[in-house]
């Protein structure tokens, strides 16, 4: 067997992997998902109780080439929760001055974080259909969901967006969604 064709057959391996795996959580559904018929409200005891945590939320720079840090409150919530709470604050339209990268409409469908620290966000389909285009807006449209989360949550490592319950290539034609993506510093200022 030539090199190449062990590669080939590697990187068919690992995207069967990666399918399988999402298959059986979306399927299956891990313990510490979140469906789309969820509550859109924090459970009823940390809601009550109207505790709060401070999130760095992500925002388009004022050049537009970066994203910005903004500090908001956020409800509170255990585990998977919080992630679900940070997303959805990230996803709501914004005060003025601040511009989401986030295309308008777009809304949290489900989100769960395996035990290797992947948290995988499943988005409405607004987030590509209604997207600008264009490289920079989709490096900063993903890295605005990427980084609310690994931000935040350190024991998220890396995140994969999903579109409507699939894996898609990408938002629009530019960055790889395939599998989990880390943190890029280099786009926050």
Not at 73 to 78: L, S
Request: hydrophobic fraction near 45%; proline fraction near 7%.
């Amino acid at each position: 067997m030539t090199s190449r064709n062990a590669i080939l057959l590697a990187a068919l391996a690992l995207v069967v992997a990666t399918l399988s795996l999402v298959l059986m959580l979306t399927v299956r559904g891990p313990k510490t998902a979140i469906g789309p018929g969820s509550p859109a409200t924090a459970p009823a005891g940390s809601a009550a109780a109207g505790r709060t945590i401070k999130a760095r939320l992500f925002y388009v720079s004022d050049d537009g080439m970066r994203l910005t840090s903004v500090e908001h409150d956020v409800p509170f919530g255990e585990g998977v929760e919080q992630a679900r709470e940070i997303i959805n604050a990230q996803l709501a339209p914004p005060a003025a001055p601040l511009v989401s990268a986030v295309p308008a409409g777009t809304t949290l469908r489900t989100l769960f974080i395996t035990e290797q620290g992947d948290a995988y966000v499943d988005l409405s389909r607004e987030a590509a259909t209604a997207h600008p285009g264009g490289t920079l807006n989709e490096l900063l449209t993903v890295y605005t969901i990427v980084s609310a989360l690994t931000i935040n949550l350190p024991a998220v490592r890396a995140v994969q967006i999903l579109i409507d319950g699939r894996e898609v290539q990408t938002l629009a034609g530019h960055v790889d969604l395939r599998q989990p993506l880390a943190a890029n510093p280099g786009l926050v200022q």
